[in-house]
């Protein structure tokens, strides 16, 4: 499903010592994430390549059911509206089978600038 028109971009958050750290305007010397736009993220990709994509999720979660091992990672950023953008990658047996992009109205003081 791919949107035309104005993109939601969203901005690798990093969670370290209780802070919410958006990757985008972290003071150097810290280790950034990677901006990540849901558009970006494929059905096929590998759980590495989501990685390499959006850099570290704030959440990780995995289950095992019938036999099938799933992996979720979660991803939090900010739309152009300042709206939260919560985005959760679904892998069975590390392939991307499924991605939910979730809008939430509370804003979020986070603010990246993509060039």
């Known amino acids: ?25 972290v003071s150097s010397g810290m280790q950034q994430s990677f ?9 096929g990709m590998s759980i590495d390549d989501v990685l390499e994509l959006c850099g570290r999720p704030v959440g990780k979660a995995m289950y095992v059911e019938n036999g099938i ?13 300042e709206n939260r953008v919560i985005t959760t990658v679904t892998f069975e047996d590390g ?6 992009v979730e809008i939430e109205e509370t ?5 990246c600038n993509h060039h």
């Open 69 to 81: 091992r799933y992996d979720q990672l979660i991803y939090i950023g900010v739309a152009r509206s």
């Open 107 to 111: 804003p979020l003081s986070l603010h």
């Open 1 to 25: 499903m791919r949107r035309s028109g104005s993109r939601v971009w969203l901005c690798g958050v990093l969670l370290s010592a209780g802070l919410l750290l958006a990757g985008c305007s």
């Open 95 to 100: 392939v991307l089978t499924r991605q939910e």
């Open 35 to 43: 901006g990540c736009h849901p558009d970006e993220i494929e059905l």
